[in-house]
């Protein structure tokens, strides 16, 4: 051990006994606020019959204010006994211009949360979201900066150290002269993935500090390719908003919409890791739920994607495409601009025998321009009422109630439609594409949202979403134009978009960065092309697949790809068995047999054993991330990473179309460490004789 590392370990013996001492007192402190709680408790019980009202309340409060107090202390505690485990990661010793005298720099100790003595003393320890922390991320030894709240502060980092302390133990330090040295990198990226999302804290990267710490910009849309750190990110943004403002907004203010409950459930320990509450969060299909009630029944994501696999509808993909592009957005928009001047038709109305002119209806129907039109007839109706009521009453005449039944009926006949369904189906009629509407006992997942942004428009929405400040979006290009439409109506708040427009489960339905973009034209759009989840040769197998993609891979080499035949679909099924029973054994390795279909995953779960295996099915009910052995389609697996992922029946038969492609391309770019693929008769056309040098 040299003279270094014997420092550091005293250095780290010395805070955590620090930290052991503030737990304690910590501990000690929930133990006398439960006694409190109790003893005014048994108090008020014992003395009910003598307090008075006042007495009453002021028990009442001090009981509130200390479990209100107790709770915060239990927070506190369980960050002091994370810390205690792993105060810090990293150390800059940074020497300010101002500090002439000081040549060996301001060491900077910093770890996922602060740590002071007390609220006057420097801390021991900088949070890694504080402005000082930015420096390990983004500078090499030499000149720096960071921006502090009195203003850019300019001087040289002297010394940069990285550490990996676990269990209060330190396990290696690294002096490095690189921003986040490759080394710490390598040995991070080298471990199993047994559990859910993990923070990264230690290993960001510059490129992704610059989008972490971007607190300016309104709208961002990240583009990443598969292993880029989009949804990591995303969960350290909010952390550091978070921290950076935390007297202006909370996790309640928060929102993002992910692609599954299992996605969900898969990266909800990194805000709690990071000490901050976990966001709501929400499916697209919630959201149509929530607007359409139930009213319309509807088709789901993962619905579509298995009636696109299974190719009962050829039509079906002619109705995805046409309705995924920015065109049927643009001609639905011109459609409800025209709605009130070429189908609503005023008449003369006639009620009793008074009579209200057409141009007096047709002028009060204009002035109301900024009220959803089926609104406005509604408030077109009940201001006639009025009027005509007054008129038979100034006459003393006997108002009943037919005459509004009268009214109604009269104004209603001069708009066509009575409501959202009637309006969006003639708009097919109107642009003279009838055969993209289809009418089904399930909406269509295809019309579900343009069915809504119909909706906003005619019928309006009260702002049930006004209190979001910031509105994630996981999985940017499953999603159409006209869902982003919906989107900007229904968020008036700051987001950040992120996903990879080569990892679509539909390609018929895909969007891209630049079609995001004419949606929010002052987005800011940002693209990461380092991959970081998969082995070179992985990543190398993978862009084989989809070569016109371009991503760097981090320089992390393993086993290469495994690619095995075999003549009958028995011996696939075989072979696949002993694997399973092969891992069965083994601990802290994450393995995902991937499938083509959810239907393929159901039937091959069955095949190898079903409930009497060490494999779990995964599927579209499914709300929690399943650990250990698990069977489950691609489009379920997206978002998530496994040590091992193997995926069966790669044949011709079963990935030739372009959307094949993708999926498969999806698939392997979910493994980290190792990938095989199983098939049965020829090899599909997608793995071909270039690949021989990462097999």
């Not at 014992?46 to 009442?60: G, P, S, T």
């Not at 008449?347 to 959803?372: M, W």
């Not at 009418?439 to 942004?453: A, G, N, Q, R, T």
Request: aromatic share 10%.
């Amino acid at each position: 051990m040299n003279k270094i590392e014997q420092q550091e370990k005293i250095y780290l013996k010395e805070v955590r006994k620090k930290l052991e001492c503030a737990y304690k007192k910590v501990h000690m402190q929930i133990i006398n606020t439960a006694s409190d709680v109790s003893n005014v408790k048994k108090y008020i019980w014992e003395n009910i019959a003598e307090l008075d009202f006042a007495e009453k309340a002021a028990n009442r409060i001090a009981v509130t204010e200390a479990i209100e107090f107790g709770e915060k202390a239990k927070k506190e505690r369980e960050r002091l006994l994370k810390s205690k485990k792993s105060p810090y990661f990293g150390r800059i010793d940074f020497k300010c211009r101002q500090e002439e005298d000081n040549k060996d720099g301001t060491k900077y100790y910093i770890g996922i949360h602060s740590f002071s003595e007390n609220q006057y003393a420097e801390p021991l320890i900088y949070d890694w979201r504080a402005p000082v922390s930015s420096m390990f991320y983004d500078f090499e030894l030499g000149q720096a900066f960071y921006e502090a709240p009195i203003g850019r502060i300019d001087g040289e980092i002297i010394r940069k150290r990285q550490y990996r302390i676990k269990d209060g133990k330190l396990e290696y330090m690294l002096e490095s002269s690189l921003n986040i040295g490759d080394e710490v990198l390598q040995k991070e990226l080298s471990q199993s993935t047994d559990e859910k999302m993990k923070n990264i804290v230690a290993t960001i990267q510059r490129e992704q500090n610059i989008i972490i710490r971007d607190e300016d910009t309104n709208i961002m849309i990240i583009q990443g390719v598969a292993g880029s750190g989009k949804s990591s990110i995303a969960m350290h943004r909010v952390a550091f908003l978070l921290y950076r403002f935390k007297e202006e907004i909370t996790s309640d203010d928060i929102m993002i919409i992910s692609p599954n409950k299992v996605f969900a459930d898969y990266i909800s320990g990194v805000l709690p890791e990071l000490g901050e509450e976990n966001i709501p969060e929400m499916e697209f299909e919630e959201l149509a739920g929530e607007i359409l009630g139930d009213k319309i029944v509807f088709q789901t994501f993962a619905e579509q994607v298995e009636e696109i696999l299974q190719g009962n509808d050829p039509d079906n993909v002619k109705r995805i495409k046409e309705k995924s592009e920015i065109a049927f957005l643009e001609k639905l928009d011109k459609y409800l601009n025209i709605l009130e001047t070429e189908f609503f038709q005023g008449k003369d109305l006639e009620c009793s025998g008074y009579i209200v002119k057409k141009d007096e209806i047709e002028s009060r129907f204009a002035g109301s321009k900024s009220v959803p039109i089926l609104k406005r007839i509604d408030k077109l109706i009940n201001d006639l009422i009025y009027k005509i009521k007054s008129m038979i009453r100034e006459e003393e005449g006997i108002w009943k109630a037919s005459f509004g039944t009268s009214i109604r009926r009269q104004i209603e006949e001069m708009f066509p439609f009575k409501n959202s369904l009637q309006i969006y189906q003639n708009f097919f009629q109107y642009i003279e594409l009838e055969h993209l509407y289809k009418k089904k006992k399930k909406l269509e997942y295809c019309d579900v949202f343009p069915l809504i942004y119909v909706m906003l428009h005619v019928e309006g929405m009260e702002m049930k979403y006004g209190y979001v400040r910031h509105l994630l979006i996981d999985e940017m290009q499953d999603y159409t134009p006209v869902q982003y439409g919906v989107i900007k109506r229904l968020f008036q708040c700051k987001l950040t978009i992120m996903g990879d427009r080569y990892q679509n489960v539909n390609p018929h339905s895909s969007t891209s960065m630049e079609k995001i973009s004419y949606i929010f034209p002052d987005g800011k759009c940002v693209e990461l092309k380092r991959s970081y989840r998969s082995t070179y040769e992985i990543v190398e197998f993978s862009r084989k697949i989809q070569p016109w993609i371009s991503v760097l891979p981090v320089e992390r080499h393993g086993e290469k790809v495994s690619v095995t035949g075999f003549q009958t679909r028995k011996e696939e099924i075989e072979f696949l068995k002993k694997k399973v029973k092969e891992e069965k054994g083994r601990e802290k390795v994450s393995i995902a047999i991937l499938c083509k279909s959810q239907h393929q995953a159901n039937d091959l779960y069955h095949l190898l054993g079903g409930v009497n295996t060490a494999i779990k099915l995964l599927g579209f009910s499914d709300k929690e991330f399943i650990e250990g052995i698990i069977i489950t389609s691609i489009h379920m697996a997206k978002g998530l990473e496994f040590d091992e992922v193997i995926i069966p029946q790669v044949n011709k038969e079963n990935y030739y179309t372009e959307m094949d492609r993708n999926l498969l391309y999806v698939a392997c770019t979910r493994a980290m460490h190792k990938l095989k693929i199983t098939y049965e008769n020829d090899l599909s056309e997608f793995i071909s004789d270039s690949f021989i040098d990462f097999i």
